[in-house]
């Protein structure tokens, strides 16, 4: 029977020589992450053990990853005592996985992911984050999931109530044009098929493009996935993958890889060609509002963000220092730089980057979420508008419903930096 | 009986219904009063323990789209709210059914502010308007759910399980 690469994961995860599109599995969890909402976890967790008896005691304490970035360092009382829950509670449960406030190991949960290594291809990862999507670009099948799941994960270790996506093949070709970016394949796919043009799906990304682009940029491309609505993203594990989690994460073990048949059966097949593609501009409030960057370059911008789970990685810090060398962030634009983990802050620093940007006028902060989902740092006034490399621009998000979000690649946020105005970097002459 | 108290347009987010500044407070109990706290008027309406239990609202496409937090379901929980909408991103129905927050799947739904609609397992009667509109049932899994009281009793009675077969 010709499977695709996710039926082949859950098969092997639920103990099935085989599974049907639409069967109700009980897959095994490789990777249960969670962030700050394993206070929520924690809770629901000890709910289930009400009654029976039984010592509260998690499945298996080493695939359990806790790692703390939606409000670090805490901006709150609330947030600091929920953490300090949360460390009370992984200490009694002997969990391994976590990453506390620490310069020399913190970071986004889908940087600290990859880069330590703990996601492999093949793997079933289930995250307390709709971004859990992320971690298909090692060709896992990790998705988002809620708090009560969690503490059933926690609890059972498998995930209960999983019906067997369809898959939409997405087949990406042709080279980009310098200062194009896989956040534009993304943002142009979402345009295209809508927010919900995936929903309940996955999307399994192919083509040349797809091969040649490194896993950072496939990271980009799987994490707003779900902003399609897509259970998952997924790009089948190639020599890429290997060489990432080699040398990047310092793997050392075997590396199996899984792929989809050949001629596997796909809910439908998309194809993109990147040779043509211009910067892409998710604009106000839903992310499937995706333009052409002509079409909203000029736009006044008061605050520009680079960073997140989506776009904080070191070639994105490095694509903006290039554009921005030399320059000035225009005068009554803010530029928010926050890279994302510890260790791309470090190679950042060491690469000379912040004295670029900083020199330019930017503000380089702390690794973590930042003003993404506005929580932290970084909101924006009335009337404001913001462009932003981050994944969501609903209304709200930036913690303030009278301002308005764009989202572009790091190139278009650094470009326009200068200008102070949505700009295409391709155009140059900023 | 229930009636209609607000109605939605498409893509309403979860950023919408439980706004990120307050994903500190977590717990189901002490979610509610944060309920669309950016929409005004329908916090204060929420708040203002006027609203009967069983009260719908209505959603169109993608209702709960974004974010996994919990918050979003506990919070209409919390007001003992039904929500009926053309379709669900997929992370806010599952954390429905897992918090025994009674969502509606109604592909077709036409109903306005006030109408009075009957809910039944098969369909949802608009009286207000004479119309009727099917709806897709819950998977098998989450139907189980629903009726074992929740994620937390379901997981509950699949640890019991487990530990009397070891």
Not at chain 1, 20 to 44: C, F, R, T, W, Y
Not at chain 1, 155 to 171: A, D, E
Not at chain 1, 257 to 285: G, M, R, W, Y
Not at chain 2, 120 to 134: L, P, Q, R, S
Request: glycine content about 10%.
């Amino acid at each position: 029977m010709k499977q695709t690469i996710v039926q082949k994961i859950l098969a092997r995860a639920s103990g099935l020589p085989f599974v049907n599109v639409g069967d109700i599995v009980e897959p095994k969890v490789d990777v249960a992450m969670s962030h700050e909402n394993a206070a929520l976890v924690m809770n629901q967790f000890l709910e289930i053990y009400k009654g029976t008896g039984l010592e509260p005691k998690v499945w298996n304490p080493d695939n359990i990853a806790v790692i703390f970035d939606h409000r670090v360092p805490a901006e709150s009382k609330k947030t600091a005592t929920n953490q300090k829950k949360i460390r009370n509670f992984i200490a009694e449960q002997g969990v391994s996985k976590f990453h506390d406030i620490r310069g020399d190991e913190m970071g986004i949960c889908h940087q600290i992911l990859p880069q330590y290594g703990y996601v492999r291809p093949g793997y079933v990862v289930v995250g307390t984050d709709s971004h859990t999507t992320t971690h298909g670009a090692l060709g896992a099948f990790s998705f988002g999931i809620g708090a009560t799941e969690m503490a059933s994960v926690w609890t059972l270790g498998v995930m209960l109530n999983v019906p067997v996506p369809p898959t939409i093949k997405v087949v990406v070709n042709g080279t980009l044009k310098k200062y194009v970016q896989p956040k534009d394949i993304i943002l142009y796919l979402i345009g295209k098929i809508s927010a919900e043009g995936a929903n309940f799906k996955v999307i399994e990304f192919h083509g040349e493009t797809i091969r040649n682009m490194r896993t950072s940029g496939r990271i980009t491309i799987c994490n707003m996935s779900v902003e399609a609505g897509a259970t998952s993203g997924i790009v089948p594990g190639d020599e890429e993958t290997v060489k990432y989690l080699r040398e990047e994460a310092g793997v050392t073990d075997e590396i199996p890889l899984v792929n989809s048949d050949k001629d596997a059966e796909f809910d439908k097949i998309i194809e993109i060609d990147a040779s043509t593609l211009e910067p892409q501009i998710a604009c106000p409030h839903t992310v499937d509002n995706v333009k052409p960057v002509g079409q909203v370059a000029g736009t006044k911008i008061d605050q520009i963000v680079i960073g997140s789970c989506t776009n904080g990685r070191l070639d994105d810090l490095e694509t903006a220092t290039e554009i921005i060398k030399g320059h000035k962030v225009a005068k009554g634009t803010r530029m928010l730089v926050f890279p994302a983990s510890g260790k791309i802050y470090r190679q950042a620093m060491e690469k000379g980057i912040f004295e670029v940007l900083m020199n330019a006028g930017a503000v380089v902060a702390n690794p973590g979420c930042g003003p993404c989902l506005g929580v932290h740092q970084g909101a924006l006034g009335d009337g404001e508008k913001a462009l932003s490399t981050t994944n969501r621009n609903f209304k709200g998000r930036m913690g303030n419903p009278d301002a308005e979000v764009y989202l572009s690649s790091a190139a278009v946020a650094a470009a326009s930096a200068i200008t102070g105005v949505i700009t295409d970097p391709t155009k140059g002459g900023y | 009986m229930s009636k209609v108290i607000y109605k939605f347009g498409d893509d309403i987010s979860t950023d919408i219904i439980y706004p990120g500044r307050f994903m500190a407070t977590v717990l189901p109990s002490e979610t509610p009063e944060f309920a669309f706290a950016d929409e005004k008027e329908l916090n204060k309406l929420l708040n203002s323990k006027t609203v009967p239990a069983n009260s719908i609202l209505i959603g169109g496409k993608n209702f709960g789209c974004g974010s996994s937090r919990e918050q979003a379901c506990s919070t209409l929980k919390g007001h003992e709210l039904i929500i009926i909408a053309r379709n669900f991103a997929r992370i806010f129905l599952q954390n429905s059914i897992n918090l025994g927050l009674k969502t509606i799947i109604c592909p077709d739904i036409d109903a306005d502010v006030n109408d009075e609609l009957e809910l039944t397992d098969e369909k949802v009667i608009n009286k207000t308007k004479g119309k009727e509109f099917a709806i897709i049932p819950h998977t098998k899994t989450q139907q189980e759910i629903i009726e074992a009281g929740g994620l937390i009793a379901y997981s509950r009675k699949k640890l019991m399980e487990r530990v009397l077969e070891n």
